[in-house]
């Protein structure tokens, strides 16, 4: 089921970039969502949303909208940084059919929660991209994925002209104090920020987890108000 919203008479539109900017490729959708923000502007019955990693959390901007584009990238098994279109019905078993991270899995389920609530969009555009690399905590888009950006940009600015949804472009694009995302993690700031990998272990700091003189410390540690924590990933010296 579907249904229809309006704002005077105009359905509402919610486009969504979803991923994680942490994992490289993983992050095309956010990457995407922030590029287009920053050079176009839509009337105010269009949002625009970094949707990250928040899974179920984005259950209600779902449901409120009568036409949903999402960016993401996703693994069709295709060449790296190859990207298709898949609308409507087809798009869920796409979300979940190879999953590569948990946000996808609770993507999948805000559709399905969405559909049996019958607060369902009624046109729903994902526009995926094959990634190349995923396994690089902290690092930024390959170069066969960032190409994809302005083409996935335009894939959408075309289809939401189908359904009169017009984008007009900015005369100045905004700045990452002005974005829809965190500053600290605008893209350009991201990238010329990472440490090099001689400072900053990609994986997990061999230095330290070959070190005998640190071990693994599950104990809890009392905070200052009276609570609790438990520091999992806490390493002391004996």
Request: hydrophobic content about 40%.
């Amino acid at each position: 089921m579907s249904h229809t919203h309006t704002v005077l008479g105009t359905p509402r539109v919610l486009v969504l970039g979803i991923g994680n900017v942490l994992w490289a490729d993983e992050g095309f959708g956010v990457r995407t969502v922030q590029t287009l923000n920053a050079h176009y502007c839509f009337d105010d019955h269009v949002t625009l949303m970094d949707g990250g990693t928040q899974g179920l959390y984005l259950i209600q901007y779902v449901q409120d909208a009568d036409i949903l584009l999402v960016f993401d990238a996703i693994d069709y098994g295709l060449e790296a940084g190859e990207m298709k279109l898949i609308e409507n019905d087809d798009v869920p078993a796409f979300m979940g059919a190879k999953k590569m991270s948990l946000h996808q899995t609770g993507f999948q389920e805000v559709l399905a929660t969405a559909m049996l609530t019958g607060n369902y969009p009624s046109q729903l555009l994902l526009i995926g991209v094959q990634p190349e690399e995923i396994e690089d905590y902290g690092g930024s888009l390959r170069e066969s994925v960032r190409a994809q950006i302005e083409p996935a940009i335009q894939a959408a600015l075309a289809w939401l002209a189908q359904h009169n949804i017009v984008a007009r472009k900015r005369e100045t694009p905004l700045t990452d104090l002005d974005a829809i995302s965190a500053p600290q993690i605008d893209l350009n700031d991201y990238e010329t920020g990472r440490p090099a990998e001689s400072v900053a272990c990609r994986l997990g700091d061999e230095r330290i987890l070959s070190d005998h003189q640190y071990t693994f410390d599950p104990k809890p540690s009392l905070l200052e108000q009276g609570g609790r924590s438990f520091n999992v990933d806490k390493r002391r010296k004996d």
